[in-house]
């Protein structure tokens, strides 16, 4: 089992929908969890980052965790195209954090 | 604010040449520093972290080196590469413990092995 599992899509939404990216992780001691977007070609970006079980919004961004299920989400709302990218789940163990291989994000107009 | 700079941007070398990438980070004292590599397609691996001046820990046995001689100037090294070095470079940098911090890229180095 990977420590960190998402599904590396494509995952294709229409523009102006919601899109729902979910991870999850084996290490139950995680503390710290986060959510980085990379474009094709660029390093990766921080947009969200969860520290307490629950929702944490930052305008159109909503990350959601749930440490009993070891579960992590990112949602977002009225999607963009400047949307498409892929999405890197991140949880902190010890002192490193672990990246899950990511998934891609496709925005239709 | 803090800025985070790598070079070369890009980098083209034969296998069994030496390799040296440089990460530096401007606005803020004694921060942590990590040096993953992607693999087409793939997630970050962590190849080593440093906590302070010549403090390195290594994740994964290989034919790379780091070593960090000023507090925010971190430098991947290598004798001789292999075709498997290929690879996107990303230094990275955090206050203190990722438990409790959030850690930022730089631009990264794009290494390809010929």
């Known amino acids: 089992q990977k420590e960190v599992e998402q599904n590396s899509g494509p995952l294709s939404v229409p523009e102006g929908a919601i899109a729902s990216l979910n991870c999850t992780y084996s290490d139950r001691v995680s503390q710290s969890f986060f959510w980085y977007r990379q474009y094709s070609g660029k390093s990766p970006e921080l947009i969200m980052s969860i520290y307490s079980n629950g929702d944490k919004e930052d305008g159109r961004f909503t990350a959601q965790l749930n440490k009993a299920s070891q579960y992590v989400s990112l949602l ?10 892929t999405y890197l789940c991140a949880v902190t163990r010890l002192t490193k954090i672990i990246f899950g291989s990511g998934t891609r994000l496709s925005i239709r107009p | 604010s803090q800025t985070i700079h790598q070079w070369p941007a890009t980098l083209v070398q034969p296998v069994g040449s030496p390799l040296s990438l440089e990460c530096t980070v401007e606005g803020t004292s004694n921060p942590n520093l990590y040096w ?44 001789k590469l292999l075709l498997s070095d290929s690879g996107f470079y990303l230094c990275a ?22």
Do not use: H, M
């Open chain 1, 76 to 85: 977002i709302r009225d999607s963009q195209p400047s949307d498409s990218a």
């Open chain 2, 36 to 79: 993953y590599r992607q693999a087409a397609g793939r997630g970050l691996q962590l190849l080593f972290y440093s906590v302070g001046i010549g403090q390195i820990s290594s994740e994964v046995p290989q034919n790379l080196s780091a070593s960090r001689p000023q507090d925010r100037q971190f430098i991947l090294s290598s004798k």
């Open chain 2, 93 to 114: 940098w955090c206050l203190g413990d990722v438990s409790y911090n959030e850690q930022f890229f730089g631009p990264g180095t794009r290494l390809t092995v010929l």
